[in-house]
């Protein structure tokens, strides 16, 4: 008897080196020159969401191990201000 519980999907490993940045607006299209629908492609949320993001995900992973944490001191639409603090728990 075969286990067909399991029988559609697939384990995908990827890693960001040597990946270019795009506009967003190239994104459609090579997704469709690739055989994937361009309904697929996320919209883009913008340049201050993404680094938001990448500095929360990313930079502030690292900086945890280290005892450190990543720290928003200002975000407007046109600035984005991150402060890196080492902070200690209260003794109490």
Known sequence: MTDTKFHAGAFVFT???????????DLPPI??????????VPEYAGDRVA?????????????????MLLRPIRRTASDVVYGIVREQKGRG
């Not at 890693?15 to 607006?25: H, M, N, Y």
Request: hydrophobic share 35%; charged share 15%.
């Open 51 to 67: 680094i938001g993001r990448a500095l929360s995900l990313q930079a502030s992973s690292g900086l945890q191990r280290k005892g």
């Open 31 to 40: 997704a469709a020159a690739h055989g994937i629908d361009p309904t697929f």
């Open 15 to 25: 890693s960001a080196c040597g990946l270019q940045p795009r506009p967003p607006e």
